[in-house]
């Protein structure tokens, strides 16, 4: 078979016997593409690749200059390709199987202060030219701040979730996990006021064009039938903008480490953080218990007076 047909069908398993999300499969598949043609450059396939080809293949990743993350996760996807050919009956055996990873860059997550967050939270009520641009971006930024969705959760949330003035959110996370995250009355009343907005302007088009509502809360005329990942991170930046925050400072993955940050330093338990997130594991949860030490530390160097120079 083809390399693409060995992608594709590798891919294919990935969405319906793992519900491995679209942003994964998409990753996988360019990681595939790439070791692809590293092996036809050389004059192999998949079928034909031995254990030294692959290690060549991330020493050049490596050489280019490719983080560890990012190699990590070409290896990843490589395991996973044999490991599927292997029960396919593709391969009889898994050249990738005994070959280390270089592991990952343990790095600090980016956060905002409470402060910062406030002053995005009070620049959304006036973002945009109508009533339905601040309504909607107030509706989202209440929302992942009081919830920490992924984006990719929060942009693609069915209308049916909002209704009836919820307490919480049922969030479908990845592989298809769902969880339930608490709204803060804040969030709720930004939710309740978009919704009434949203249903009403809905209603208008119907009559008017016959339109077919929409299943999303967020509708917008993209091919996924609501507002993009990529439409609210430039939201986000223009909204830094008004707020006096560098854009490069935020994304929506750092609003989701606000959350979950200043919940932490509330005193909020870790396993609930973790449920909230959506984590598998807790250990990827406590990075953020670094984060607070950071700033402990920061707090005693700059404000004890014993870590002062004294003359």
């Known amino acids: 078979m083809s390399a693409d047909r060995w992608i594709s069908a590798f891919l294919e398993a990935q969405a319906a016997d793992l519900g491995a999300a679209q942003n994964t499969r998409l990753a996988y598949g360019r990681d595939l593409k790439d070791f692809a043609a590293y092996l036809a450059h050389r004059g192999s396939t998949f079928q034909t690749a031995l254990r030294p080809e692959i290690e060549d293949y991330l020493i050049r990743c490596e050489a280019e200059g490719l983080s560890k993350s990012t ?7 490589i395991r996973q390709l044999y490991r599927f050919a292997y029960e396919e009956g593709w391969r009889s055996d898994n050249p990738a199987i005994r070959i280390s990873g270089p592991g990952k860059d343990r790095r600090l997550p980016k956060t905002l202060t409470e402060a910062e967050v406030t002053r995005l939270l009070a620049a959304a009520r006036d973002f945009g030219r109508t009533e339905s641009d601040r309504l909607r971006m107030t509706c989202l930024m209440e929302l992942i701040y009081a919830t920490g969705m992924r984006v990719s959760e929060l942009v693609s949330l069915p209308v049916a979730a909002a209704r009836g ?12 996990k769902e969880r339930m995250v608490p709204l803060t009355g804040p969030a709720r009343s930004a939710l309740a006021d978009w919704l009434a907005h949203r249903d009403a302007a809905e209603e208008e088009a ?3 064009r016959r339109a077919v509502p929409s299943r999303f809360l967020f509708p917008a005329r993209s091919a996924e039938g609501h507002v993009t990942r990529q439409g609210f991170h430039g939201y986000l930046k223009d909204l830094c903008v008004m707020a006096g925050i560098s854009p490069a400072a935020v994304t929506p993955h750092v609003l989701r480490h606000a959350f979950a940050t200043h919940l932490l330093a509330g005193g909020a338990d870790l396993r609930a953080i973790q449920t909230m997130l959506g984590h598998a594991d807790v250990s990827t949860t406590e990075i953020y218990t670094h984060v607070l030490d950071e700033r402990l530390k920061s707090l ?3 404000h004890h007076p014993l870590a002062r120079d004294r003359a």
């Open 71 to 77: 190699r990590a996760r070409r290896l990843s996807a």
């Open 165 to 176: 003035d919820p307490r919480m959110l049922l969030v479908r996370g990845k592989g298809g």
């Open 206 to 208: 119907r009559i008017a």
């Open 300 to 302: 005693v160097l700059d």
